[in-house]
């Protein structure tokens, strides 16, 4: 039986001064070792003025280099390119989490006829340590009204739903998110694999908080409107200047669509404050917003047998 095809979609821009050389090897030696037959790898330069063009062709790769402006507008490059039943996207400091990422999407979808998929993410620093906390880890697709539910590396999709939509390139840091709640409003099937498809490294554009949540606001009002949904003044200063994505909003949402938002995403976000010594970690309490929950929290883990020195 003859495998489909998938295209693997990578875009890169000045791999070298931005000393991207190391990961971005990593990255095509784990698509090499990816046990599945009938892969296109697909790659995509914004037309990079460092050398890169010359460090791609020392390695024998097929890419196309064409000037761009942002990286989803060099996404949509890539898909009006690809060839495959089905396209994924793998960023220059990534990699796939074992040779079988690819295989186990792939036939998940076969089997199942849905039109997308996604799976579990590891999320690892710049020095490849675990980074945890982090709710695109475990995906969980009712928290979709809420934030982007799954990373989009471990996401695979049918072509020629992806080609419907392309990415819109309005949107600098969002547009997967955006892709994502119309894949959803417009009832295309998924299927989630509970097993981790990628390593992603974290950094770039998405870890600017503020950037993030300034595009979310354009998204979420552009979504909310298209839906025939008015936001009251109060909601529009909660979504804007308080940083809250309102709960009755999710709730309008998430009954329109016939199943219940993830409350977990409704706490607050807790940090830890690390205590050092002549250098040497002493202990971690939690910051809080006010007072009371500092000693609230701080108290409770002093007392539990879960606390743990730094």
Not at 25 to 43: F, T
Not at 96 to 124: C, H, P, R, W
Not at 173 to 201: G, M, R, S, W
Not at 263 to 284: A, Q, T
Request: charge should be positive; charged fraction near 25%; proline fraction near 2%.
């Amino acid at each position: 039986m003859m495998r489909p095809k998938i295209s693997i979609i990578t875009v890169v821009y000045n791999i070298i001064k931005n000393g991207r050389k190391a990961s971005f090897l990593r990255m095509l030696e784990s698509v090499k070792a990816q046990a599945y037959g009938n892969i296109e790898h697909i790659i995509i330069d914004g037309d990079s003025d460092d050398g890169t063009k010359d460090f791609l062709k020392s390695l024998g790769l097929n890419f196309f280099s064409k000037k761009d402006s942002g990286i989803y507008d060099a996404m949509n490059n890539g898909i009006k390119k690809a060839s495959g039943k089905y396209i994924t996207f793998l960023n220059s400091d990534d990699f796939y989490f074992n040779e079988n990422s690819i295989k186990k999407s792939v036939m998940k979808l076969e089997i199942t006829q849905a039109d997308f998929s996604f799976g579990k993410t590891k999320y690892i620093d710049e020095n490849g340590k675990t980074v945890n906390g982090i709710f695109q880890e475990n995906p969980d697709i009712r928290n979709i009204f809420l934030t982007m539910p799954y990373s989009h590396q471990s996401m695979v999709i049918k072509t020629d739903v992806l080609k419907k939509f392309m990415f819109d390139t309005k949107f600098k840091i969002v547009a997967d998110f955006d892709l994502t709640l119309k894949l959803f409003l417009h009832h295309y099937n998924f299927v989630y694999i509970p097993e981790y498809i990628v390593n992603f490294q974290i950094g770039g554009a998405s870890s600017n908080i503020e950037n993030v949540h300034r595009e979310t606001v354009k998204l979420y009002k552009r979504t909310l409107e298209s839906l025939g949904i008015n936001l009251k003044n109060n909601e529009i200063f909660d979504l804007e200047y308080k940083k809250l994505i309102p709960g009755n909003i999710a709730k309008i949402l998430s009954k329109k669509f016939g199943f219940k938002i993830n409350k977990k995403l409704e706490r607050k976000d807790i940090f830890y404050k690390k205590f050092v010594f002549c250098g040497i970690p002493l202990f971690k309490l939690i910051k809080a917003e006010n007072f009371f929950d500092f000693y609230i929290f701080n108290i409770v883990k002093l007392f539990s047998v879960r606390w743990k020195i730094c």
